[in-house]
RNA sequence: GUGAUUGUAGCUCAGUGGUUAGAGCGCCUGGUUGUGGCCCAGGAGGUCGGGGGUUCAAGUCCCCUCAUUCACCCCA
């Protein structure tokens, strides 16, 4: 069983029914979902050139530094996409004027080298926004509205959404600079990581799970306290924003988001069923320079692989969204197995699904088989039934049974 | 990259260094000349993750390796 060719590479999974029904719910109600806000889908390769990663994220941000799946086959390094807006805004960008303005989602598998683990895969899945043009707090929250509506519409309940802010690009040295005044003073009471990350990324220090670092940064200002009055205007905008339109969110000036090309609001859904990788998805403001053009825009992504742990912490699962089980005939006799076929042939053209064994089995086995399959409905039909071309029906849930003409077991099928 | 954890049948798991490695569920066949689920009987199915070592003897002990799961780092 766990020999090595059978299995697929660390870190990555086959898909297969019944957990794969709840994707299939999942991207349709996504898909309805972006339709009803006027967004158009977009499918981007999944290998792009490395550059339009380390331009759009950050060369040095880790997941460019030591997580992307890289190689260079000719001329250009290439990569494939650990997340889906780089490539998106790539894509947008290309589209000059009209890609100002523009409205796309995506529904794709990313890619990043890490060591897996709950929640956490190398090959994991992302259903994605991107709106770009000029920022507006209205976009952003809009943005965090549609992402809401498609949680609710997934059925997910107890997902928690926490707002915070990123400022203006010029508000980064201050925050920068006042975080690490502020800190100073308390450099002996942080962990050795966070002594680390005062010089290379001090705000990794205000969400540092460890006990005394928490401590100190609960006596430090906020980031947002070092942050120009458009920073925190633009913010509260966007919250009174979400408020009129009834959704529950509550600023968290610690929160922190890694990606450098964030700007102004950013966002996280937690949810409390996930354990240590606790959000599901994020989302947030950002300015993508690429060439000579800086796309702004807004948008979100949410985690499959955790959506779906969340779905089935609020006891949501694959086996809610199995397709109905359609009908199962039943052969008896060589004879009844090529007229089945035909029959079989007959009802598929009519769209309903139908199966049947095409080895010559006992009935016993042949009715198992159909119960297994879950057929709300079994034709049987032996060398007497093709004779009269007929057909016995039974019906698997009350067990009850009629013989019918045969054209009439296809429109009954149809009808329902 | 770091630290733990687990690896025995399709699945979930038993198995004090000592015969032909077991159970439950699932699967197949029969009990019913043409009727599923429940029940009963029988059956198939195992490189004990892989490689090396210790030993008269290894699923069991040691080393290496691969993989799982969880956590760190970081992120969805």
Sequence with gaps: MASNEFQPLQGMSDIQAP???????????????????GYEEVRTPVLERLSVFQRSLGDTTDVVKK??????PSKHALAMRPEGTAGTIRHLAGRGEEGLGARVFYIAP???????????????????????????????AECIALQKNLLDAWGLAGARIQVSTRGEPSD?????????????PHVAALCED???????NVLRVIDCKNEGCARVVDRIPSPLEFMGPAARDYLERVM????????????????????????????????????AQDALAGGGRYEIALGRKAVPGVGFAIGFERAIMALNACGIDGAQFAPPGGIW????????????MKLARDLRARGIRCGMELDAKSMKAQMRKADRAGAEM?????????????????????????????ENVLRDAQAG
């Design 19 to 37: 957990e794969v029904y709840l994707w299939r719910m999942m991207e349709e109600r996504a898909r309805a979902v972006f339709a009803s806000y």
């Design 329 to 340: 005939l039943v052969s008896l006799g060589e004879a009844a197995l090529v007229e089945n």
């Design 240 to 275: 009174q924003a979400l408020s009129a339109m009834g959704i529950d969110v509550v600023v968290n000036p610690k929160l922190i988001r890694g990606l450098d090309y964030y700007v102004h609001t950013v966002w996280e859904i937690s949810h409390a069923a996930l354990g």
């Design 378 to 406: 079994v034709v049987i039909r032996g060398d007497e039934e093709i004779a009269k071309g007929t057909a016995v029906v039974k019906n698997m849930a009350d067990g009850t049974q009629v013989e019918l003409a045969l």
């Design 110 to 140: 990313m890619f990043r080298y890490e060591r897996p683990q709950a929640g956490r895969k190398r090959q994991f899945h992302q259903v994605g926004v991107e709106a770009t043009g000029e920022p507006n707090p209205l976009a952003d």
């Design 67 to 72: 997580e992307m799946y890289s190689f260079t």
């Design 194 to 200: 966070c002594r680390r990350r005062i010089e290379e």
């Design 172 to 184: 980064r040295k201050p925050v920068a600079e006042g975080l690490r005044q502020a800190l100073q």
